[in-house]
């Protein structure tokens, strides 16, 4: 029995491992893929839109690792919840790598055309979305409900980022018809980093009800009474 316990753990901590891998991947791509649109290089753009293989590869790996530990070890409680909190932050992560598509699909366009104004906002939020899914992950790994709390705070700073951003737009593409086409897709290039804080905040949302078995979801985090981390 010893033996079968010490061998659930060891695949649970394989299993982790390869989920922080999966989001290092993301990460990664969506930096590239702000980068690129920030720094117009179109390097980084073809990188991200190459690129998706490994993400889907360890997408199918991850999900292959939980059926077998589910149907192996039967596990109760918090193991159990933890497994569940892997397939849906699997499925999370795996829409932050298409999501890093979807910004390097906007941002080869947008090259093509001059540059509408300076980039601080984006990169902004390219910076955010980064360290949500960073946090949140490591909120999984260290089972920190603090830190994972403050993922979901975070996400209101990313939302008046991409609100600003439209609002700043649309007053160029109404001064300026030449500005319409890219300007467009810089504000699909904010949906997306916004999306990818949405995928961010599930994957926080899942590691509250893995440690607290707490639904947060759908319901305002309070600064003041969370313990979150600033």
Known sequence: MERLIRHFQEELEALQQRLLAMGGLAEERTRLAVRGVAE??????????????????????????????LALHQPMAADLRAIVAAVKINTDLERVGDLAVNVAEAAKRYLQHAPVKPLIDIPRMGDIAQEMLRDA???????????AEAVLIKDDELD???????????????????TIEPALDLI????????IGDHA??????????????????QPIDPASSGARG
């Open 137 to 147: 992950l490591d909120a999984f790994v260290r089972r920190d409900v603090a830190l």
């Open 160 to 178: 008046a980022l991409k609100t600003q951003i439209f609002r700043e737009l649309l007053t160029y593409m109404l001064q300026d018809p030449t």
């Open 40 to 69: 117009r290089n179109p390097d980084d753009i073809l990188a991200v839109l190459n690129g998706d293989e490994p993400i889907n590869d360890l997408h199918i790996e991850v999900d292959d690792r939980c059926v077998k530990l």
């Open 188 to 195: 699909l290039i904010s949906r997306h980093l916004e999306r």
């Open 201 to 218: 905040t599930n994957i926080a949302e899942d590691v509250i009800f893995m440690v607290s078995a707490r639904d947060v979801r759908h």
